[in-house]
């Protein structure tokens, strides 16, 4: 039998991830959870802390395992800066088997990055994890700036977030996708994105192109 908190969680993460989180209030959960509000408070003091829980009961073991992933790439590049793909794959693929698992969890995650609510979760949850792929992105490329390397992070996760909570692009693909192919794909464009050249060489290139037509 399911006890009382892990009723509270399961009916947190499926609310929050099919309705957004703002759109989710305390009343809702404890209806479609059948406790009373008195149960939330004592378990988890209030709606911020409740989805604080429902995140880090499972990005705690993804977390481990990007950092299990990037300690295994690190010691095979012997000291050289780790290839970018391999850093993006230490930390896209555990996301893949939680999601497969966790279909809810998944949207969940892509709701709390494009409603604008990982940065305050990411300092309380995420720090060590990103204490560790950051600098080693920076190591990597070594031609962006800490401002040019933060941009392409956000942009980073807005991209994750549409691919683990979007809708299947067989309108504009032709074909079925599947989660697995997604990441896959989703890793060979970032590769690419954090490897373009600097925006403002980008802009100036592009100048010396139009002066010389």
């Not at 590049?77 to 279909?103: D, H, K, N, Q, Y």
């Not at 392409?152 to 683990?164: C, D, E, P, Q, T």
């Amino acid at each position: 039998m399911i006890d009382t908190k892990q009723r509270i969680l399961d009916t947190a993460e499926r609310l929050f991830a099919e309705r957004g989180y703002d759109a989710v209030s305390l009343r809702h959960i404890i209806a479609e959870a059948g406790v009373n509000l008195a149960a939330v408070h004592y378990h988890f003091g209030s709606k911020e802390d409740l989805l604080g829980e429902v995140v880090l009961r499972k990005i705690g073991p993804v977390n481990e395992a990007r950092l299990a992933a990037l300690d295994q790439a690190e010691k095979e590049a012997a000291g050289a800066p780790v290839p970018v793909e391999r850093i993006l794959r230490a930390f896209l693929m555990p996301t893949l088997s939680v999601a497969r698992r966790s279909p809810d969890f998944a949207k969940l995650m892509g709701r709390l990055v494009s409603e604008g609510h990982i940065e305050r979760l990411a300092a309380q949850r995420f720090r060590p994890m990103l204490e560790r792929f950051v600098p080693a992105l920076a190591r990597s490329l070594p031609a962006l700036t800490r401002e040019e390397l933060g941009w392409r992070i956000y942009f980073m996760f807005g991209a994750v977030s549409r691919a683990l909570c979007g809708e299947s692009q067989i309108w504009l693909t032709g074909a079925v996708d599947d989660l697995g192919d997604r990441i896959q794909r989703l890793i060979a464009f970032l590769s690419g994105a954090f490897a373009a050249p600097p925006a403002r060489q980008a802009a100036l290139e592009a100048e010396q192109v139009e002066v010389t037509k």
